[in-house]
């Protein structure tokens, strides 16, 4: 196969939607890194000042400046990775570097090779396997985006149809898009990504906005650490996805959408490839999509390793190209989004729940959760548990009984010392607090919040001070460094944690307080409200590890 | 009289501004309507000729009904919003806030001399009693002392990464010469590929350095005046270079002329100049320039001589060649470098003495 050129590679998507990004792998693939020829010809043709273009580069983890970069392997050095011998391993990979977690923690070590996801957690081990379906689900609990996802072939076209697959879609196609606003209006179908705001009013508010053409953008950035059920979806039922992203352009009258997908699935980008060319050949997608004259179209773009990106502003500055700092809300993506137009930005779970609330109704949907909390909820579950992985489970569930009964504890008759709740941005819940019920309300009641719904689980054997350093350290390199107080109080809390604080206990909490206030308070996206979470969950359940560690230090 | 009810002319609605209902025009940040009214919220990141940026957060206030503080300077106010500028609280994070910024630099006190804008992060320290020497640890930006160039100071050990050269940059100026790169603590502003000024798209019109809040960028050629006694003394003019008419500030010790800032109020130029308004005035007191007339003797050199003679000789040749050629042969051209007065002087000159409209500056480009 002949080399392109860069004038075949501009040519190639200099129309297409969102073109930076795929132009940038482009480059980066070909050439094994991006060079200075390589930006200085992207700026030239797609009009980005070339200092801007150079900064935003060197904002993403995975693209590599140096020539052979690209080739260098990267290993997963997150937190649950790191218990299993994650620095070893790095150690014997010549011209391996870390990378932050890439959602494999059900596999651990993930290593990523180009364009393969290796596992294992020695050299040898490692080898290139499909990731980990999620566990047989419970008899007794009913699934929603789960309950098809190990039937064989249900990634195709042909087997997501057998199991009945854009039948709700075609059923809602044939009505109006008011009708699927209530439907998903009464179904209580609220964000999976973490925030929590209802579906419904998010899709109502687009479809009332005024500017086209609206855009539907599916949060497929799933960097926070712990978090990897957004990849068993997307692997395992992608159509599901698709489905949920045509009936959200139906409802409010969006002509296209993206999935952002991060840079470190790129298995993930194949299996999503290959689903929209089989749903474009289907009809589903493309001119008549929607209906006689009403177009629908879908893109994947891969993002290039920047936690901040799943911070949907963000994530919308990086699909247009720019600089990807936050925004500043108001205005919300609703009414100014991807170019500055209406959208909607769901993450994969809510929209791969949409299908099943279309096939089985609303009340269905609202009746999976306990009590007064509607639908389910993934959680994906590592570190210190026997059986690690992701388990759909009814909103408002209780988290020991999935620990213990579902996932088998601690290995080695261990005990539990402490949980972390959304990924990392949660903090830590430890003592009684862990005897929680997995629903917002009741664990923000413990200080904490359930978020995406990662969780990593941490046994008697860990040091929580060397958890917690690596979790604010994680936080310090993703700061995005446009608020002072994330920019610098990430990094200031780091090197409180290293050890470098003041050596006097009373100071050293002094300062960790008022930083974590002020960062909780003022900083302007969740990366630098939430990261104080994991100092102030570790001095209020650790008081005595937190003396010894600063005594130790001075 | 200005009209702040709300109820005059001018104003779309009111909102409450610490306990007091104030006009509001749509579109207006809570930081305009509160400057409006002398609140004095502090900011380092905020620049009024630049759009809202949100990075420092010292100008937070509290809204009602908002769990958080909010940035003022990003949330425009809407109909009935009660807000309110000083509280414990603000003043608590905002004395935190500057504690952090003060920890990351070098130098919290430069010369004011740096740059129009370069005491803003000293003067907010002293207000909030931040010099408290807590949450010391690692310092952020790399100084580039390899860039020669002889106008900007690139002391990137004095950057709080507030964006505000790369947006006057590209928001006043349009070069996109500078831009952000990495993340978080490691942010540095940088030029394409890391290179030097004089290698980019960079004008040296130096509204980065008058921009730059701690002196992280500056004025190389103020500085270098830095130990001329005397007070420094403001003088408004307008830059003579060309015809745009930006206001300047001169500024100067006792006689001698020390650098030239941009007036921030100046109607031709909101604070913009360019590389010559900015830096090119040390001709002033350059060593070669004329200090006495001359005139060419016998021998072909130039001698030192009176003003009677030399005006003599000038008269002379003058009026020979418009003896000689017409009044249409003489052709003025008054320099840039000259004062205003001078320039008018010598239009009048070629005008009235001649009768000719043949004058002309080299500014009129």
């Known amino acids: 196969m002949n080399t392109p050129s860069d004038a075949e590679l501009?040519?190639?998507?200099?129309?297409?939607?969102?073109?930076?990004?795929?132009?940038?792998?482009?480059?980066?693939?070909?050439?094994?890194?991006?060079?200075?020829?390589?930006?200085?010809?992207?700026?030239?043709?797609?009009?980005?000042?070339?200092?801007?273009?150079?900064?935003?580069?060197?904002?993403?983890?995975?693209?590599?400046?140096?020539?052979?970069?690209?080739?260098?392997?990267?290993?997963?050095?997150?937190?649950?990775?790191?218990?299993?011998?994650?620095?070893?391993?790095?150690?014997?990979?010549?011209?391996?570097?870390?990378?932050?977690?890439?959602?494999?923690?059900?596999?651990?070590?993930?290593?990523?090779?180009?364009?393969?996801?290796?596992?294992?957690?020695?050299?040898?081990?490692?080898?290139?396997?499909?990731?980990?379906?999620?566990?047989?689900?419970?008899?007794?609990?009913?699934?929603?985006?789960?309950?098809?996802?190990?039937?064989?072939?249900?990634?195709?076209?042909?087997?997501?149809?057998?199991?009945?697959?854009?039948?709700?879609?075609?059923?809602?196609?044939?009505?109006?898009?008011?009708?699927?606003?209530?439907?998903?209006?009464?179904?209580?179908?609220?964000?999976?990504?973490?925030?929590?705001?209802?579906?419904?009013?998010?899709?109502?508010?687009?479809?009332?906005?005024?500017?086209?053409?609206?855009?539907?953008?599916?949060?497929?950035?799933?960097?926070?650490?712990?978090?990897?059920?957004?990849?068993?979806?997307?692997?395992?039922?992608?159509?599901?996805?698709?489905?949920?992203?045509?009936?959200?352009?139906?409802?409010?009258?969006?002509?296209?959408?993206?999935?952002?997908?991060?840079?470190?699935?790129?298995?993930?980008?194949?299996?999503?490839?290959?689903?929209?060319?089989?749903?474009?050949?289907?009809?589903?997608?493309?001119?008549?999509?929607?209906?006689?004259?009403?177009?629908?179209?879908?893109?994947?773009?891969?993002?290039?390793?920047?936690?901040?990106?799943?911070?949907?502003?963000?994530?919308?500055?990086?699909?247009?190209?720019?600089?990807?700092?936050?925004?500043?809300?108001?205005?919300?993506?609703?009414?100014?989004?991807?170019?500055?137009?209406?959208?909607?930005?769901?993450?994969?779970?809510?929209?791969?729940?949409?299908?099943?609330?279309?096939?089985?109704?609303?009340?269905?949907?609202?009746?999976?959760?306990?009590?007064?909390?509607?639908?389910?909820?993934?959680?994906?579950?590592?570190?210190?548990?026997?059986?690690?992985?992701?388990?759909?489970?009814?909103?408002?569930?209780?988290?020991?009984?999935?620990?213990?009964?579902?996932?088998?504890?601690?290995?080695d008759g261990r005990k539990i010392q402490a949980v972390t709740m959304a990924g990392l941005s949660g903090g830590f819940l430890a003592g009684e607090d862990i005897d929680v019920t997995l629903d917002e309300p009741d664990i923000r009641s413990k200080g904490s919040f359930l978020g995406a719904g990662g969780i990593m689980v941490f046994d008697d054997s860990r040091d929580m001070i060397e958890v917690a350093h690596s979790a604010m350290e994680f936080f310090a390199e993703e700061s995005c460094g446009k608020c002072f107080p994330c920019r610098i109080g990430t990094q200031r809390l780091t090197e409180r944690l290293h050890g470098d604080g003041p050596p006097d206990i009373a100071a050293w909490i002094d300062e960790v307080h008022d930083l974590g206030d002020t960062m909780m308070q003022t900083s302007a996206c969740g990366l630098g409200q939430a990261a104080p979470l994991i100092t102030e969950s570790l001095i209020r359940y650790f008081p005595d590890r937190v003396s010894s560690h600063v005594t130790e230090s001075a | 009289m200005s009209d702040n009810s709300g109820n005059g002319t001018g104003f779309d609605f009111e909102i409450t501004l610490d306990g007091e209902k104030v006009g509001v025009r749509r579109g207006e940040s809570l930081y305009e309507v509160s400057e409006r009214h002398r609140k004095e919220i502090p900011t380092l990141c905020y620049d009024p000729r630049l759009d809202a940026f949100g990075a420092c957060r010292l100008c937070i206030v509290e809204l009602d009904g908002a769990r958080n503080p909010v940035a003022s300077c990003t949330m425009r106010a809407e109909p009935g919003m009660r807000i309110t500028?000083?509280?414990?609280?603000?003043?608590?994070?905002?004395?935190?806030?500057?504690?952090?910024?003060?920890?990351?630099?070098?130098?919290?006190?430069?010369?004011?001399?740096?740059?129009?804008?370069?005491?803003?992060?000293?003067?907010?320290?002293?207000?909030?009693?931040?010099?408290?020497?807590?949450?010391?640890?690692?310092?952020?930006?790399?100084?580039?002392?390899?860039?020669?160039?002889?106008?900007?100071?690139?002391?990137?050990?004095?950057?709080?990464?507030?964006?505000?050269?790369?947006?006057?940059?590209?928001?006043?100026?349009?070069?996109?010469?500078?831009?952000?790169?990495?993340?978080?603590?490691?942010?540095?502003?940088?030029?394409?590929?890391?290179?030097?000024?004089?290698?980019?798209?960079?004008?040296?019109?130096?509204?980065?350095?008058?921009?730059?809040?701690t002196g992280a960028l500056a004025d190389i050629k103020a500085l270098a005046n830095a130990d001329v006694p005397g007070e420094t003394k403001k003088t408004r003019t307008v830059c003579p270079y060309c015809g745009v008419g930006c206001s300047v500030d001169l500024l100067s010790r006792d006689d001698k002329l020390i650098g030239v800032q941009p007036a921030m109020d100046g109607p031709a130029n909101e604070g913009a100049l360019c590389v010559k308004g900015q830096f090119a005035f040390d001709f002033v007191q350059h060593p070669d320039r004329l200090a006495y007339p001359m005139v060419r003797g016998e021998d072909g050199e130039l001698h030192e001589t009176d003003w009677d003679t030399a005006l003599d000789r000038a008269a002379a040749g003058f009026t020979a060649a418009v003896e000689n050629h017409g009044r249409h042969s003489v052709y003025g051209v008054a320099s840039g470098r000259a004062p205003h007065e001078a320039a008018y002087m010598m239009q009048r000159f070629i005008r009235g003495a001649f009768g000719t409209n043949q004058i002309d500056n080299c500014s009129r480009a």
């Open chain 1, 10 to 411: 501009l040519a190639k998507w200099r129309e297409e939607p969102a073109p930076l990004l795929p132009l940038l792998h482009e480059f980066h693939e070909r050439d094994g890194y991006l060079s200075e020829d390589a930006l200085r010809a992207i700026s030239d043709d797609l009009r980005i000042p070339i200092a801007d273009l150079f900064g935003t580069v060197t904002f993403y983890h995975h693209f590599s400046r140096k020539p052979g970069g690209l080739a260098h392997a990267r290993v997963c050095t997150g937190p649950v990775c790191a218990l299993l011998g994650a620095n070893e391993l790095l150690a014997g990979l010549p011209h391996a570097h870390a990378m932050p977690c890439p959602g494999r923690c059900d596999e651990p070590i993930p290593v990523l090779d180009r364009d393969r996801v290796l596992c294992g957690t020695t050299v040898a081990e490692l080898a290139s396997r499909p990731s980990p379906l999620p566990p047989a689900p419970h008899p007794d609990i009913e699934e929603c985006v789960f309950a098809h996802i190990r039937a064989p072939g249900r990634a195709t076209l042909e087997g997501y149809r057998a199991t009945g697959g854009y039948s709700g879609l075609e059923n809602a196609l044939r009505g109006r898009p008011g009708s699927l606003l209530d439907v998903i209006d009464a179904s209580g179908l609220a964000g999976r990504g973490g925030a929590g705001f209802p579906t419904g009013r998010k899709w109502r508010a687009v479809a009332e906005a005024a500017g086209e053409p609206k855009t539907i953008v599916c949060n497929a950035d799933e960097g926070e650490p712990g978090c990897f059920k957004d990849r068993a979806l997307m692997d395992y039922d992608p159509h599901a996805v698709i489905e949920g992203m045509i009936a959200a352009g139906f409802a409010t009258g969006a002509a296209r959408g993206f999935i952002y997908l991060r840079y470190e699935y790129p298995d993930t980008l194949r299996i999503l490839e290959t689903a929209l060319e089989e749903a474009r050949g289907a009809g589903l997608l493309g001119p008549e999509a929607l209906g006689p004259g009403r177009p629908f179209d879908l893109w994947v773009r891969r993002g290039a390793g920047a936690y901040i990106c799943g911070e949907e502003t963000s994530l919308l500055n990086s699909l247009e190209g720019k600089h990807p700092f936050p925004r500043n809300r108001p205005p919300f993506p609703v009414t100014h989004g991807y170019e500055d137009l209406p959208t909607v930005v769901n993450n994969v779970e809510t929209l791969a729940s949409v299908p099943h609330i279309l096939v089985h109704g609303a009340d269905w949907y609202r009746g999976l959760g306990i009590g007064d909390h509607a639908g389910t909820k993934v959680i994906s579950l590592s570190g210190d548990v026997m059986r690690p992985g992701n388990y759909e489970v009814p909103m408002g569930f209780p988290l020991m009984t999935l620990i213990d009964d579902w996932a088998g504890g601690a290995p």
């Open chain 2, 85 to 213: 500028t000083r509280s414990a609280r603000l003043d608590m994070h905002r004395r935190v806030l500057m504690e952090m910024v003060a920890s990351e630099n070098r130098d919290t006190d430069v010369d004011a001399l740096s740059g129009y804008a370069s005491q803003e992060m000293a003067v907010l320290l002293d207000r909030y009693e931040a010099r408290t020497g807590r949450f010391a640890g690692a310092r952020s930006g790399r100084s580039r002392p390899d860039d020669d160039n002889p106008f900007i100071l690139r002391d990137y050990e004095n950057c709080i990464s507030c964006y505000r050269c790369v947006r006057v940059c590209a928001e006043q100026e349009g070069d996109y010469a500078i831009s952000v790169m990495n993340r978080g603590f490691e942010t540095q502003i940088t030029t394409e590929f890391e290179g030097l000024l004089g290698d980019s798209a960079c004008t040296f019109c130096g509204q980065c350095i008058q921009t730059c809040p």
